[in-house]
């Protein structure tokens, strides 16, 4: 499958594109239960950073949860959480946990739109909220819950090519999902660049598989 165009990325075309939907279907719906617990509403936050000249070399946020927390602990997510009762809409609840997570504050952030709600393997219900982030934003990530903040390249995450599926047979069921591993360039103190593995998988990576067919599909079939 084709690579999201450079110019589809922008943030004109992605506002237009939410303005103005295809038809279309997510293609991964919910993980493999492993949960018990009574089902919740949820809402993360997508965060397009608009980075790069004329906003050219958009990236997105991600976190990686603090080790000790009891739900996807150590993995990679976009900042969200539990809908509160004194959430106003999904919407409020995107931009509560995004500030209380890494502290972003919603001066910085225009929400453009939603994509389909996912249904998480510890049963919670989770609508990915879609916005803007301006990159004149300061982060104050709540080490209670997030062990680091970083960006990924949008237009990695919206190539295929690095997109990888899986699946593997447990107690008789059949389990399948997506990762996107990618290696964070890091400088170190000599001066020298180094990679880092973010290891980009499960909720969070069908979220953003769900993003790239909503983006790549074309209206016209």
Do not use: C
Not at 132 to 153: G, H, K, R, T, W
């Amino acid at each position: 499958m084709p690579a999201v165009p450079p110019a589809h990325l922008l943030p004109a075309a992605l506002k237009t594109r939410f303005a103005q939907p295809p038809s279309w279907h997510p293609e991964v719906k919910e993980d493999s239960s492993f949960s018990n617990r009574k089902p919740a509403n949820a809402a993360v936050l997508v965060p397009i950073v608009m980075r790069g000249p004329d906003f050219s070399e958009p990236t997105v946020l991600l976190t990686q949860r603090a080790n000790h927390m009891t739900t996807h602990s150590g993995q990679i997510a976009f900042p969200g959480g539990r809908v509160d009762p004194q959430d106003s809409s999904r919407h409020a609840t995107a931009l509560r946990e995004a500030h209380e997570e890494v502290g972003l504050h919603p001066r910085h952030v225009q929400i453009i739109g939603e994509l389909p709600v996912y249904v998480t393997g510890s049963a919670f219900y989770v609508t990915p909220v879609v916005a803007l982030v301006s990159p004149s934003f300061e982060l104050a990530p709540n080490a209670a819950e997030v062990q680091d903040v970083f960006e990924v390249p949008l237009a990695f995450l919206m190539n295929p090519a690095n997109h990888r599926r899986h699946a593997f047979e447990w107690e008789g069921a059949k389990r399948q999902w997506f990762s996107m591993p990618y290696m964070e360039p890091q400088p170190n103190p000599e001066g020298n660049s180094a990679q880092v593995e973010r290891y980009i998988w499960g909720a969070t990576a069908a979220m953003l598989r769900n993003f790239y067919r909503f983006l790549v599909v074309n209206p016209a079939e």
